[in-house]
C-alpha cells in the first residue's frame, strides 16, 4: 500500500480528522482533573522512578500517561522527564500529586545539588550522559523505587545495603535510563526497561526488550571504611550551617564535600578513571574514597598532608608554584592549606608572604570576584573581610609594630620601608618593583628587599617577624586604616601645597622652628612617610648627619600647628581621615584564637 501524503501523515493536532483515543475522553478538550490514582513519592526518589511506577500502576506507557495530562511536546531525553515537571508542576498535579508532593519530588536531593555545586565552583568536567546506578538488594525490596542519589556520579555505595552500586544491566550490559525505552511501556522497576542490542535482533525486525530481572546482578560488599566514607559525602552534602571540621581545621560542609571529591579525582591521576563519570565502576573508586577521608581525618594540616599521597606539589588539584598558575586555577581550600602547610618552612620569604604561612592555615592569594572568593576561603580566613589593599599601608611600616628581623639597631628608614614592602606582598603576587612604584621608594629596594628577607630567614627572628606581619594584615583586614596612603603621598609631592598648609598653622600656632623643619615634620605626618623618601627638596640622606639631628628634633613642634594644617588641607582637598593614625595592638594568634582577633 502506498504511503500517503506527507500533509496527510502529519496533521495539526488542532485539525479535524482521526485521533488516537487518549486514556480517557476530554470533554470540550480541558480537563484539570487529577487522574483518580495517588501514589505519593518516597522521600528522595528519582521523577523517572516515580514516573515508572505510575506507569505501572496504571499499565499504561509514561509517555502516554504524561501526554493524556496536557503535556503534547514529545520527551527526547530522560532528563526531559524530570525537567517537564519541574517546568510544569500542573502536569504533576493532574497525575494525582498534591502540590507538595510535586514540589518534594522535583526538588534536587542534596547528593546531586553538592556535586552540581562542587563542579561549578572548581570548574570540572561536566556530566555525561544521563543514566543511574543501582543497588540490586534495594530493587528487591516488595516495592522497590530508586533513590535520585543513584543518577549522582558521587553515589558509589549503597548506605543500607553496604555494597557497590551496579552500574550496567547483567543481561544486555546496557546503562539502566540512558535512554527514552522507559517512556514506552510500563515495566517494573526492578526489570531493565530498555531494549537488547540491533544485533541480538532478528533480521528485518525490531529487537526484543531485555527485561532481565536487576535484583540477580552481582554485587560485593564494600569495606567499611569506603562505606564511611560514602557516609561522609551523604552527610556533607545538604550544606549545613553547623560548624565541621577536617585536618584540625573549620570548614564548612560544602568545602569538606568539595575537598573529598577533589581528592579522590586525585587518587585517580593517570588513570583514565573519571569519578564524576557514571560509566565508573564504583568497586574501582572505593579505595580512593577511602583514602581521601584518610586524609581529611588526620588531626593536623601537616599531619594531612604527610597522609596525601595524591597531592603531588606540581599537581592540578592544590599546585604550590608557579603562582601564575595558582591564580588563574579554582581550588580546594582545605587542599590548597594542606599542601602549603607541608611546605611552608621550605618556601623563600616572598612565597611565605604570598601563600600568608604565617597563618595556622596558609592559603592561595586570588584574583576572583568576592562571591567566588567567599567560596575559596576557609572560616577561620574571614572570607567576608576586605582583601589587602594597598591603600592601607604607608611608606614605612608603623615603628615598632613589627620585631626588628636582625639583630642590633637597623637603619630605621630603611627597615621601616622594607617591612612596609613585606605588608604589602603578603597575600599577594605583586612584583617587588611594582610595590617600590606603589610606595614611591626608591628602584633600588626592588633588589635589596630579597637579601633582606634572606637575611632575616637565616636569623632566629624570621617566624617572630612573619607571625607578627600576618597578624598586622589579618588586624587591618577587620579594622582597615582611614587614610588613604597612596593620595597622601601623591598630594605630599607638592610641596607648594603642604608649605601653604604649615603657613596656616603657624599663624594660628606660631613656633620658634625653622619652616623647612616644620615642613619636613608635617610631611612625614600626612604622608605616613620617611623624610629620607621625601621629594628632593626637602629629604635628608640617612647616612648625613642631620638626618640624626632631625629625629632628635622630630618632636619639638607642637601637634596642634599640624592639626591645624591638616584642617585646612581636608577643606582644599577631598583627603578624610584623621592626620595621622596607628594599628591598634592585636592579641597573639593561637589555635584558639587562630587571626589574633580582639573578638575571636
Keep these: 500500500m502506498p504511503k500517503p501524503p506527507a500533509a496527510e501523515r502529519y496533521r495539526r493536532v488542532d485539525q479535524p480528522g482521526p485521533r488516537t483515543p487518549g486514556l480517557r475522553t476530554v470533554p470540550g478538550g ?14 528522595g526518589e528519582a521523577v523517572v ?6 506507569s505501572v500502576r496504571y499499565d499504561v506507557p509514561a509517555r502516554d500517561l504524561i501526554r493524556s495530562v496536557g503535556s503534547r511536546q514529545p520527551i527526547t531525553n530522560t532528563p526531559r522527564a524530570a525537567a517537564r515537571l519541574r517546568n510544569n508542576r500542573i502536569i504533576g498535579v493532574r497525575l494525582g500529586l498534591t502540590a507538595d508532593e510535586v514540589r518534594t519530588l522535583v526538588l534536587p536531593q542534596p547528593l546531586a545539588s553538592a556535586t552540581k555545586t562542587y563542579r561549578d565552583t572548581l570548574h570540572r568536567g561536566a556530566p555525561k550522559r544521563p543514566q543511574s546506578r543501582y543497588c540490586p538488594q534495594c530493587l528487591a525490596d516488595p516495592d522497590p523505587w530508586w533513590p535520585d542519589h543513584w543518577q549522582t556520579p558521587l553515589s558509589l555505595i549503597c548506605l543500607i545495603h553496604h555494597c557497590y552500586l551496579a552500574c550496567a ?3 544486555c550490559g546496557q546503562r539502566p535510563q540512558a535512554t527514552t525505552a522507559w517512556l514506552a511501556r510500563p515495566v517494573e522497576l526492578h526489570r531493565c526497561p530498555s531494549r537488547l542490542p540491533p544485533w541480538q535482533a532478528a533480521p528485518g525486525r525490531q529487537a526484543p526488550w531485555c527485561d532481565t530481572d536487576l535484583t540477580k546482578t552481582p554485587g560485593a560488599t564494600a569495606p567499611n571504611d569506603e562505606v564511611r566514607a560514602q557516609q561522609q559525602l551523604h552527610a556533607w552534602a545538604p550544606g549545613s550551617a553547623e560548624p565541621a571540621n577536617a585536618c584540625g581545621t573549620a570548614i564548612t ?3 569538606g564535600f568539595q575537598a573529598l571529591g577533589e581528592l579522590l579525582d586525585a587518587s585517580q591521576s593517570g588513570t583514565a578513571t573519571d569519578p564524576l563519570d557514571l560509566h565508573t565502576n564504583p568497586a574501582d573508586l572505593g579505595p580512593g574514597l577511602a583514602a581521601a577521608l584518610h586524609v581529611l581525618d588526620q588531626p593536623t594540616l601537616d599531619q594531612a598532608a604527610a597522609a596525601a599521597w595524591m597531592l603531588p606539589l606540581d599537581g592540578a588539584h592544590a599546585p604550590t608554584r608557579p603562582v601564575s598558575r595558582i591564580t588563574a586555577h579554582h581550588y580546594s581550600p582545605l587542599l590548597a592549606a594542606i599542601q602549603l602547610a607541608d611546605v611552608r618552612d621550605r618556601l623563600p620569604p616572598a612565597e611565605q608572604l604570598t601563600f600568608r604561612t604565617g597563618h595556622l592555615a596558609p592559603r592561595y592569594p586570588t584574583t576572583t570576584t568576592p562571591k567566588t572568593r567567599r567560596r575559596l576561603r576557609l ?8 582583601e589587602p589593599d594597598p591603600a592601607w599601608i604607608p611608606q614605612t611600616l608603623w615603628w615598632n609594630t613589627i620585631p626588628a628581623p636582625l639583630p642590633g639597631q637597623p637603619d630605621r628608614a630603611l627597615h621601616g620601608s622594607l617591612l612596609a614592602m613585606a605588608l604589602a606582598r603578603t597575600g599577594t603576587t605583586r612584583d617587588w618593583a611594582d610595590i617600590c612604584t606603589d610606595l614611591q621608594l626608591p628602584a633600588s629596594h626592588a633588589d635589596r628587599i630579597n637579601d633582606f628577607l634572606s637575611d632575616a630567614q637565616r636569623s632566629s627572628n624570621w617566624p617572630t617577624v612573619l607571625t607578627a606581619l600576618e597578624r598586622l594584615l589579618t588586624g587591618l583586614q577587620q579594622h582597615p586604616p582611614p587614610i588613604d596612603y597612596p593620595t597622601r603621598r601623591r598630594l605630599g609631592d607638592d610641596l607648594d601645597l603642604l608649605t601653604g598648609a604649615v603657613i596656616v598653622g603657624q599663624q594660628r600656632h606660631p613656633r620658634p ?5 616644620l615642613l619636613r615634620q608635617f610631611w612625614e605626618r600626612f604622608t605616613g612617610g620617611d623624610i629620607a623618601y621625601a621629594p628632593e627638596p626637602i629629604s635628608i640622606d640617612p647616612a648625613n648627619p642631620a638626618y640624626s639631628t632631625f629625629r632628635q628634633t622630630h618632636t619639638v613642634a607642637s601637634g596642634d600647628l599640624f592639626h591645624i594644617a591638616h584642617r585646612h588641607l581636608r577643606q582644599i582637598t577631598q583627603i578624610t581621615g584623621p592626620l595621622t593614625w596607628r594599628p591598634g595592638l592585636l592579641p597573639p594568634i593561637s589555635p584558639a584564637n587562630p587571626l589574633g582577633c580582639q573578638d575571636g
Design 169 to 171: 544491566c547483567p543481561g
Design 379 to 386: 572560616p577561620d580566613h574571614r572570607p567576608n573581610w576586605p
Design 513 to 517: 622652628v625653622p619652616r623647612q623643619t
Design 30 to 43: 480541558y480537563d484539570l482533573d487529577p487522574l483518580p490514582l495517588h501514589l505519593p513519592p518516597q522521600e
Design 49 to 54: 522512578s516515580w514516573l515508572r511506577r505510575l
Design 253 to 255: 560542609h560544602r568545602i
